[in-house]
């Protein structure tokens, strides 16, 4: 503050119309169909590789990130960008995609999927997306993350 020579309060009303403004650029969202729909897309493209269709799906701020909770394979940075984060998906889809059995699933509202990894093991990816395209690609692999999902479907499917 003293840097730049602001009081706490008016340090304080720029953090709130910061917040605001951040607020204020999320995204007009998509309706569950739709979502869907971007994301089965998504799914199809990364699992061919292919480039251009990614680029197509994703806004010009799309970010891809993953929660890994330090497990190896896991991406340690966010990805930022159409032509990076569709790089990084299709020289990945090789490795990940091949003979992968889908469960699709409901996540947070919306549709994500789980899709094998290995002999052992899950990742669930679900998207953020709006009418610009998709913004956010996550990946969950954090083992710890799975299973407490994992404990709450089955204890949601018991109570039905």
């Given at each position: ?15 709130s ?14 309706d ?38 330090g ?14 984060v ?40 679900t ?34």
């Amino acid at each position: 503050m003293e840097i730049l020579q602001l009081s706490p309060v008016n340090a304080r009303q720029l953090v709130s119309r910061a917040r605001k403004h951040l607020s204020a650029v999320r995204r007009e969202p998509i309706d569950k169909s739709e979502h869907r729909q971007l994301l089965e897309a998504f799914v199809d493209a990364a699992q061919t590789g292919n480039i251009g269709a990614l680029e197509d799906l994703f806004a010009a701020d799309v970010v891809s990130s993953s929660d890994g909770g330090g497990i190896r394979g896991a991406a340690r940075f966010p990805l930022l960008g159409t032509n990076r984060v569709a790089r990084f998906l299709a020289a990945f889809a090789p490795r990940f995609w091949p003979a992968a059995e889908f469960t699709w699933l409901e996540v947070n509202g919306r549709a994500g999927v789980l899709v094998p990894r290995g002999r052992s093991g899950v990742t669930m990816l679900t998207i953020e997306a709006s009418p610009e395209g998709i913004h956010h690609v996550m990946w969950i692999v954090n083992p710890a993350k799975l299973d407490a999902f994992e404990r709450s479907r089955s204890r949601g499917s018991q109570l039905v």
